[in-house]
C-alpha cells in the first residue's frame, strides 16, 4: 500500500480542534501552491513568475482576497477565519499592516481547515472567486 503524502492523517475532529496558528501554517503553503500553479500553468517565465507570485501572496493581497470572500463563506468557514484573524502573532513583517497581516491569517487558517479536511471542490471554488478579478 502506497502512502498519499499529500493526503491529510488527521481525523475530522483533529482538524477541528487545531490551532489557528497551525492551520495558518498549512494554509499558507496551500496558498502559495495554488497560486503558483495557476501562475505557471498561465505561462509565466522565470523571472515573472516570482514577482507575480509575490504579488498575490502577501498579507495586503490576502486582505484583498477575504473581503470577496467572506460574503460566500459558510458559518464554520466563517468562524476558522475569524479565529485565525483573531490570534495573537508575535511578529509582523514591516512591510505589512497589522490588519492586512490579521486577514491574511485568518484566510490561511481557512485554506488550511478545508486542506486537511480534503474539501478540495470548496478550496478551488474559493479560490476561483479571488481569481476572478485578479
Not at 512591510?95 to 492586512?100: E, I, T, V
Request: hydrophobic share 45%; aromatic share 6%; charged share 25%.
Amino acid at each position: 500500500m502506497e502512502t498519499d503524502y499529500f493526503a491529510s492523517p488527521l481525523t475530522e475532529e483533529e482538524v477541528r480542534t487545531m490551532g489557528s496558528l497551525a492551520l495558518a501554517h498549512v494554509g499558507d503553503a496551500v496558498f502559495e501552491l495554488l497560486v503558483r500553479v495557476h501562475l505557471a500553468a498561465a505561462g509565466g517565465r522565470n523571472g515573472s513568475l516570482h514577482r507575480a507570485a509575490v504579488e498575490m501572496v502577501n498579507a495586503a493581497a490576502q486582505a484583498g482576497d477575504m473581503e470577496k470572500l467572506l460574503p460566500l463563506l459558510t458559518e464554520e468557514e466563517a468562524e476558522v477565519f475569524r479565529r485565525g484573524r483573531n490570534v495573537k502573532v508575535h511578529s509582523v513583517p514591516k512591510h505589512a499592516r497589522l490588519g492586512d497581516y490579521h486577514a491574511a491569517t485568518g484566510l490561511e487558517a481557512l485554506f488550511g481547515y478545508l486542506y486537511l479536511l480534503d474539501r478540495r471542490d470548496r478550496l478551488n471554488a474559493l479560490f476561483a472567486v479571488i481569481l476572478e478579478e485578479s
